[in-house]
């Protein structure tokens, strides 16, 4: 796996949204607002990520 890049929130005081949005080069706007549902990746790997299929594609572009 990939490091990401920042600190680790404390668990007490996570942002809002998805968790890794503070420190995720793709994080948009979207990202803060709701936490992401999980959603299937390949055929045995979940993500809560809104971009993942993006991402992976190679779609997504670097938000930061």
Do not use: E, Q
């Not at 948009?28 to 991402?55: E, Y």
Request: hydrophobic share 40%; charged share 20%.
């Amino acid at each position: 796996l990939a490091t990401i890049k920042g600190m680790v929130p404390s668990p007490t005081d996570f942002p809002s949204g998805c968790r890794f949005a503070p420190r995720c080069r793709y994080a948009i706007a979207a990202c803060t607002t709701a936490t992401p549902p999980l959603a299937p990746v390949g055929k045995s790997r979940l993500v809560r990520c809104i971009r993942a299929k993006d991402v992976a594609s190679g779609a997504a572009r670097r938000a930061r």
